[in-house]
């Protein structure tokens, strides 16, 4: 297995940044590498090709929600996910876990696994570390996540650590359980905010032995400098040879900062979601769409960009789209934001293959400009409201 | 500007078919032709590319969705609709006439136009004969449509005559205030479902030796038998060497009949309507890709189909992109149905062509099995009720 999945370190920059390759079954990977969510085996309003067409090279699907609609079993029938929804590159899918944690269900939390209501029918389902690698078995990713226990921040020590404990067992179960060998599981990195134990559970998956390491917990509502501190806690500890996964970020500067603590793949739904919302992410921020002033501007979105969407439509048409409520619009703005997010992580590859990392991340952060952080970890915060009642020390323990 | 719009027939079949061509300022189209709707200046969910390879020739759009949004002093100001839209085939544009009279608008019809409320913001506007025709030429379309006055079925004899008389007094208005030379102004006919009227207009309109004729208020809750008693009235009535269109229709098996009568264009939006609906058009009948009968099914919905969607994609995936409600769901269906339209037409005029349109025609109905008739008229009527304060007993007149 460990053959098919071989990462190579090809270049570094200071102070922890790489590019490399990663093999998969379904072709190789350029890192680091930004990865569209396609939660229900779509990416939202786009085909395949037009993926390719945006240089996607790989993208994530969703467990939990697969096991509801169409359900692992069919996909399975129907030849996997890569047949069933015609991407014939690498696919990573998560868990499960976090949405069982974050979409407000009733659940009840066991040793043995969660019990949780389905957010469509009400219905009771169940999902063990077990259950869980039959059902990404099922969907047939190349790269797998194990179950995990998720909480939410800020929480105690000792509910972290316990959430952690529990995450590395269930973590032993998962690896017991998985049988496919043209799948990569990785371990994730827990220990919330807590310097001590993400240094702790990243020497513990160290021992595994895994193909790959997931930094999870993170992005959840917590200030940026508290993210970074965790990686740079977590990074020297783990092997240098395997890729490591930062899930659920980032923003464009989140990719950069990312990357320059050792990070080598990032997946968020942000690109695609702001894009519904008519905002496009720029190389100096963001652009809303439904702005007024482009109703008669005959230039492309960002004139600097060369996205299929910017190579053919204006702006003052992308507008009036997105003013008609016209269904185009939400592809054409998906579009342009998965081209950006994979142009700017390809950028920083080549920084880093050309020695030229610190000078590249200095350039973009004084050309870009974020969104009000204190209005964005907000946002986040209210995003994550469904978590509340994860907080490892409210959950039902039976 | 006749000579722009040359259109030859190129072979007839009994009763009244032809196969013909016609050309426009931005290439010639193949009839019998179907026009695909794109009222805000999109067909909704697909692009210029996609349109092409769906083989549309022409499509349409509507002046006044365009008029409120974004306005035809914008798109004047963008270089017309063709540069706007980034589609660079003939366009139609109709006169906004239908959709003051069906939208349910507070409306006050006089002899000089009618005054109406937005739909978006109840603003009031006004529509006269030269004003939608400045409207017409702003937005710029090869082929464009004259004010008429709309009326529902059933109507009184007397109510209809004078409804048609107005729409020729405000055709006259029509052609003297229009000057683009680059665009062919088609007259309406109209008589409600009176033979005596029909035909007296449609020989008023001959008189007035324009590029084209349409035949207008039909498909609006009557039964079938009485829209093709109309054509059959109208059909000999008609100069043979001008293109004829059927405004707002029509179903698959509308075409055929349509055709039969001597109509060489269609318009309607039940093909990417009833597509956004997980109906999908095959020469059996309609296949609901909601049915869960397909959620395994690891074959194209229509075995038969070679569109861009049915030569990709299995109905498992497609039911499963319905069930969740993903954006792909929509445009994928309207690809499909878009292909079937425009190969049925593109069947047919092969057919008149090889001499065998009888055949197609026989053959083409043996096999079709259209909705039930009698729902498919309550649905018609349903979609039309906001016009029951349209009859023309009952408007406003000052």
Redesign the interface.
């Known amino acids: 297995m460990q053959d098919q999945f071989r990462f190579t370190v090809q270049a570094t920059g200071a102070p922890a940044a790489r590019a490399g390759l990663l093999h998969t079954p379904h072709g190789a990977i350029t890192t680091p590498v930004f990865m569209p969510v396609g939660t ?3 990416v ?4 395949p090709d037009e993926l390719l067409a945006c240089n996607a090279q790989i993208i994530l699907a969703n467990t939990y ?1 697969l096991s509801l ?2 359900g692992g079993e ?1 996909i399975a ?3 996997g996910i890569h ?4 991407w014939d590159g690498p696919i990573l899918t998560d868990s499960g876990g976090f949405q069982v944690f974050s979409l407000g269900h009733l659940r009840r939390l066991d040793e043995d696994g969660v019990t949780f209501r389905s957010h469509l029918d009400g219905s009771t389902r169940r999902f063990t570390p077990e259950a869980v690698i039959a059902l990404e078995e099922q969907i047939g990713a190349d790269i797998i996540m194990p179950l995990d226990q998720c909480i939410a921040l800020p929480a105690e020590h000792d509910v972290a650590r316990a959430a952690m404990d529990r995450t590395s067992r269930w973590l032993e179960r998962c690896v017991a359980a998985h049988g496919r060998g043209d799948q990569a599981l990785f371990g994730i990195v827990q220990g919330a905010a807590f310097a001590d134990l993400r240094r702790a559970h990243a020497r513990a998956l160290r021992e595994m032995n895994l193909p790959g390491y997931a930094i999870g917990g993170l992005s959840v509502g917590e200030p940026k400098e508290q993210m970074h501190a965790m990686l740079e806690v977590v990074e020297p500890e783990l092997p240098a040879d395997r890729p490591r996964y930062l899930m659920g970020v980032g923003a464009p500067e989140d990719l950069v900062e990312g990357v320059a603590r050792g990070i080598d793949m990032f997946d968020v739904v942000l690109p695609t979601r702001i894009a519904r919302n008519g905002s496009l992410l720029t190389r100096l921020g963001r652009v809303n769409l439904r702005n007024a002033q482009y ?2 501007r ?1 230039a492309p979105a960002d004139p600097t960009c060369a996205c299929p969407t910017c190579r ?3 702006v ?2 992308l ?3 997105f ?2 409520e ?3 619009a ?2 054409l703005a998906t579009i342009h934001n998965l081209w950006f997010m994979t142009t700017l992580i390809g950028d920083i590859r080549q920084s880093i293959l050309e020695d030229r990392f610190g000078g590249f991340r200095e350039e973009f952060h004084a050309a870009y400009r974020p969104p009000n952080q204190e209005a964005s970890v907000q946002q986040r915060t209210r995003r994550t409201a469904g978590r509340a009642g994860t907080r490892a020390d409210s959950p039902v323990e039976v």
């Open positions: 229900n085996a779509t939202k309003s786009v085909t929600h609609r169409p069919t029938s129907l030849g047949h069933f929804m015609r109703v008669g005959d053919v439509y204006s003052a048409y507008h009036h789209l003013h008609c016209e269904l185009l939400y592809r």
